[in-house]
């Protein structure tokens, strides 16, 4: 689910912009469905994954620096601790 969600960055950074500093971010489709279906521990680390090209992209070769490289990867690592969360708490994906 890692690679799921970097390459839709990929691919929505390229082609996805809407206006000049708008764009479409699909990323963190792979860190939820991992936290929806793995556990909120699996959807951390898928996060963390996804992370790490917009860390990079919008950090040390953005206008973020290192508070984009560190920050972007933990962002998208609580979402998909907090997808795995709620889907724990509502059973979702349980028999």
Do not use: H
């Amino acid at each position: 689910m890692g690679a799921l969600g970097t390459t839709l960055f990929a691919i929505s950074y390229s082609a996805g912009q809407i206006a000049p500093s708008v764009a479409l971010d699909f990323s963190l489709i792979g860190a939820i469905i991992a936290g929806f279906y793995g556990g909120p521990v699996i959807g951390f680390v898928s996060g963390l994954f996804v992370g790490i090209l917009p860390g990079f992209m919008f950090g040390p070769l953005g206008m973020g620096g290192l508070l984009g490289l560190l920050g972007l990867p933990f962002g998208k690592a609580l979402s998909g601790l907090s997808s795995g969360l709620i889907a724990k708490g509502f059973g979702i994906g349980q028999r």
